[in-house]
């Protein structure tokens, strides 16, 4: 089992940054790749950002090409979501999620979510 603990959300103005954390308490964590999704009301989960169990391989979606970087640190059983030169449209519920294969995550193939952590970007 694992489970998925979101932070570092809050209230930004656009052009500034914000680093996500996700965190578990899961033994298997180094085995899972995992992703970042974002949600707005009435809409389904967007893929944002996704990275391999090893680090080695990660994908963005095109939105956030350039101004997001995911990153791990297996040690501490932690992903980030380095978040720069963020935008109004940016705006949303983001929620990591965890799950086998890095390239299936971008389609929701995963096992576990999170609850979730809210961005707002101010104009």
Known sequence: QVQLVESGGGLVQAGGSLRLSCATSGRTFSRYAVGWFRQTPGKDHEFVAAISWSGGSTDYA???????????DNAKNTVYLQMNSLKPEDTA????????????????????????TQVTVSS
């Open 62 to 72: 095109d939105s956030v090409k350039g101004r997001f970087t995911i990153s791990r």
């Open 93 to 116: 519920i983001y929620s990591c999620a965890a799950g086998p294969r890095v390239n299936t995550i971008p389609t929701g193939r995963v096992d576990y979510w999170g609850q979730g």
